[in-house]
């Protein structure tokens, strides 16, 4: 302590010893002084520079927390408000595909009863089944029969081929608009959410007590 004493007294005797180039304050402890110092002690002016180098450094560091807790409660409930759009995305492309496929196998089913019921006779029905469930299937599938009578011999085969045209495109969309999009598992938003309230319970209201006794503290 006396050697750095006596090597800080000589810089500010000599400052032209001084080659270093930064400015070196005068420090000693007074109490190790024989003799009246020539040197103004600046101990307490580097302790003034300490604490508000502190001082700075604990603002910028409770400024940054409170910035970052918004930051996550932002990103927490852009996450969870993307998680929602999503659900109400994948219940419209379940829709969409309930619907084409609804249509799809439903003319598929038509076709499938006109060409068995075109070949298969009541008698023929009858030795399978009794008479009374011969004639409800008749009745059941009549509105079916009398719509394909409707249409001409020689566009039979064009009508077949459109219908089963409009069967395939119905199971395409089907395929195309039941695309979904990832969703958050019951678990991960259950962690979101207990994120969100732990930083707005408990680490914002901490930091707010902070800063203000780092305020009271300043002022002081």
């Known amino acids: 302590k006396q050697w750095y004493q006596r090597r800080v007294q000589e810089l500010c005797k000599r400052p032209g010893l001084n080659k270093t180039g930064f400015d070196m304050p005068t420090i000693y402890i007074p109490n190790l002084a024989s003799d009246k110092q020539r040197c103004v002690n600046q101990i ?12 700075h450094t604990l603002q910028s560091i409770l400024n940054t927390l409170d910035k970052d807790c918004d930051k ?15 659900g109400k995305h994948n219940v419209k492309a379940y829709t ?22 075109s070949i298969l006779s009541p008698s023929m029905l009858n030795a399978i089944t009794d008479e009374q469930t011969t004639q409800l299937v008749f ?6 029969r009398q719509l394909f009578a409707l249409i001409p011999e020689e566009n039979k085969y ?37 994120r969100r309230k732990k930083v707005m319970e408990t680490i914002k209201p901490k930091q707010s007590d902070m800063y203000a006794k780092y305020l009271a503290q300043c002022a002081e």
């Open 139 to 144: 009745q059941t599938i009549q509105p079916v």
């Open 96 to 117: 969409w595909w309930l619907l084409f496929q609804t249509l799809g196998y439903g003319m598929l089913l038509i076709l499938f009863t006109q060409f068995i019921f």
């Open 158 to 194: 064009f009508i077949f081929g459109a219908i089963l045209g409009v069967n395939l495109l119905c199971f395409l969309l089907a395929k195309l608009l039941s695309r979904t999009k990832p969703r958050l598992t019951t678990r991960m938003k259950k962690l979101h959410i207990a």
């Open 72 to 86: 996550v409660v932002e990103k927490i409930d852009e996450t969870l408000a993307d998680d929602a759009l999503n």
């Open 44 to 55: 307490e002016d580097v302790c003034r520079d300490i604490d508000k180098s502190i001082a």
